[in-house]
């Protein structure tokens, strides 16, 4: 990992004060733990898998160093641990019998369990990462299911985190790939940001921006060599999704690391796409999906010339707020319903505020164009790179329908107020027409073209 940038990065977190990745870093877990926690008593959080392959060997390394610690808590290894409520309230019943600082020894999963855990029982606590499986190790908030719905709940980040490339590396390749594609997805993500920008929805914030953004081709550039368990391609992946993580907290909100891509895949998991599945589908792997996706739209939209939009025609066919609504209830069921209706109507355009966004469109288009060609990959080349890596590149993959898949286009941008590329070609009035441009035939999710990229892959 390249030091300079993740304690640039540091200095600007809120809770996060340590991070350490290297091969044998396990080695040093008792020296990262005493320079936070001083001469507290730990006590280690996994399941029996991720005990198997780390915690066995952070317990007799805390013990060697002569750290106190109460029993492990340990997680049943099968099925394959779920991020639902009821195991964070069996955590924190455990927890609350002691004062231990909680050693997460884990994935995605179990960091967000303990994440909210320690919360809840007012610790903070360290995390020892077990696969480069998503960007949530130094993120805050924990993304768990509660009254039948995946939510992201409030909890800081782990005080410290400990990454070793050589248990990363060693992890199953399906968590690897989801990393890979949840740290992709920073691509359409950024792009989203820019358009953002550039219409003064929020407003780049350089530091934010350029902790995930300037090193991101780099990061994601050796899909190949990943897969082959490569060293260095792993400390290249795991080193951009702790930075990921560390740009959400120094911003206080997840825009650096989130766009468009991340509401398709948000609203699959709220439709409970995969959850059954034992493993359930990744975030990673929706997240994927996603950005092909997006990247494909964004292809539709850099053709047209914006800058010559007629304005009036766009609001003529704008919607009332009531109109809106009926159109956002009949787009989805509950639980996601109200919400989509709130969210929706909240970054509701009134004409006048229509009008203001859309000449805006129309003078920044030709420069905004030219960012986003810049910032952007094609959806051809992304979804390339996700099949070098492992990953899923399209519905067919993580087992969603096609006309489910054509809806999403429309469907995502309800659910959260952000504003994405999904906004703008709304605003616009060309979202329909550019996902019929998808669809049709020879577009980019054409049946035919779906089938000669899979006889090429
Ligand atoms: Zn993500």
Not at 140 to 156: H, N, W
Not at 175 to 202: C, F, H, I, P
Not at 280 to 300: N, T
Request: one cysteine or more; aromatic letters at 8%.
């Amino acid at each position: 990992m390249n030091e300079e940038r993740i304690q640039a990065a540091l200095r600007d977190a809120s809770d996060t004060q340590d991070v350490k990745i290297s091969a044998r870093m396990l080695a040093s877990v008792a020296d990262v733990f005493e320079e936070s926690f001083a001469d507290r008593t730990a006590v280690i959080v996994a399941d029996e898998n991720t005990f198997a392959v780390a915690g066995e060997q952070v317990r007799r390394h805390l013990e060697d160093s002569g750290l106190e610690q109460v029993e492990p808590y340990i997680f049943p290894g099968q099925p394959t641990l779920y991020a639902e409520y009821g195991n964070v309230e069996k955590l924190v019943e455990s927890l609350r019998r002691h004062d231990a600082i909680p050693v997460a020894v884990g994935s995605g999963t179990l960091n967000d369990i303990v994440k909210r855990a320690s919360y809840e029982c007012e610790r903070p606590y360290l995390c020892v990462a077990t696969a480069a499986s998503m960007d949530g190790y130094t993120a805050f908030g924990a993304s768990i299911e509660k009254d039948g719905a995946k939510q992201t709940l409030t909890c800081p980040a782990p005080r410290a985190v400990l990454a070793d490339v050589d248990v990363l590396v060693n992890s199953p390749e399906r968590m690897t790939a989801s990393g890979y594609a949840d740290l992709l997805g920073k691509v359409t993500a950024g792009a989203d940001w820019l358009v953002a920008d550039a219409l003064e929805v929020e407003g780049i914030d350089e530091k934010g921006w350029s902790l995930v953004q300037d090193h991101l081709r780099a990061w994601i550039g050796t899909p190949t060599e990943l897969r082959e368990g490569d060293g260095e391609a792993m400390d290249r992946l795991i080193e951009g999704l702790i930075m990921s993580g560390l740009s959400m907290q120094a911003y206080e909100s997840s825009r650096t690391a989130s766009g468009g891509e991340h509401l398709f895949s948000h609203l699959w998991e709220g439709g409970g796409l995969g959850r059954d599945e034992d493993p359930p589908l990744s975030h990673g792997f929706k997240v994927g999906v996603g950005s092909v996706a997006i990247a494909a739209l964004y292809e539709r939209i850099l053709e047209r010339d914006l800058d010559s939009l007629d304005i009036d025609e766009v609001r003529r066919n704008w919607p009332s707020r009531e109109e809106l609504e009926k159109t956002v209830r009949a787009a989805h069921t509950p639980p996601l319903e109200e919400a989509a209706v709130e969210q929706s109507l909240a970054k509701y355009l009134e004409a006048g505020e229509l009008m203001e966004r859309l000449e805006m469109v129309r003078d920044r288009w030709p420069e905004l164009r030219e960012r986003l060609a810049e910032q952007l990959m094609g959806a051809d080349e992304l979804r390339d790179m996700l099949r070098e890596a492992g990953c899923p590149t399209g519905p067919d993959g993580i087992g969603l329908r096609w006309d489910d898949f054509r809806a999403t286009y429309f469907r995502a941008r309800m659910i959260r107020t952000r504003y994405t590329v999904l906004d703008l070609a709304y605003e616009t009035g060309i979202l329909q027409e550019c996902v019929e441009e998808l669809f049709a035939p020879g577009g980019f999710w054409s049946s035919d073209s779906e089938a000669r990229s899979s006889a090429a892959g």
